[in-house]
């Protein structure tokens, strides 16, 4: 499952949900990031986002090879990064799905947040990510707008997504 969403728009809150709901094994891979960043800045280096894609996408490759229900989220601003976690696994095998919530709700959401835990943005490129990320062209199965949603709610309705997922792999197989 790969959420896809501005930054503050619930994507971790979701991965949160489907992890103690469904049993995915949810990256949270700002973290992954944050250290990867952390690691340039030691060695004196720039991070680029080809380094850092083949640092973090192996290791959700892992789990998918490893047979796990795996969640994961991008803000979808760096086609760079959603192309490459789209290909990791084939259109009939993922679900990628919107995430979505107004900009104010968005900003509200990060600035109640521990700073140390985020990758540092300013307002004006939390603005830019989100017009992004809003934007972003990717196939998805649906679109969660995610501002009042309950944890029932937001399970159920992954859980029917992929209910039907299910349900047309098995239609294909048999067809």
């Given amino acids: 499952m790969l959420l896809v969403g501005p930054k503050g728009s619930g994507k971790s809150h979701i991965g949160r949900v489907l992890e103690r709901r ?74 990628a799905v919107r995430v979505s919530a107004p900009l104010e709700v968005c900003l509200e959401r990060i600035a109640a947040r521990d700073p140390s835990m ?16 809003e934007t972003a062209d990717f196939p998805s199965a649906f679109t969660v707008t995610n501002v009042g949603l309950t944890d029932d709610e937001i399970a159920d309705a992954f859980r029917r997504a992929l209910a039907l997922r299910s349900k047309a792999a098995k239609s294909d197989f048999l067809a």
């Fill in 22 to 95: 469904l049993g995915a094994h949810f990256f949270h891979v700002e973290p992954l990031w944050m250290a990867y960043y952390a690691e340039c800045r030691r060695a004196g280096r720039e991070p680029s986002i080809p380094e850092g894609i083949a640092r973090v996408h192996p290791r959700i490759a892992d789990a998918l090879r490893a047979g796990d229900l795996v969640c994961v989220e991008t803000t979808g601003a760096s086609h760079e990064i959603l192309e490459g976690l789209l290909s990791l696994a084939p259109p009939s095998e993922r679900l």
């Fill in 118 to 133: 985020q990758i540092p943005m300013d307002a004006a490129t939390i603005r830019k990510v989100h017009a992004l990320s």
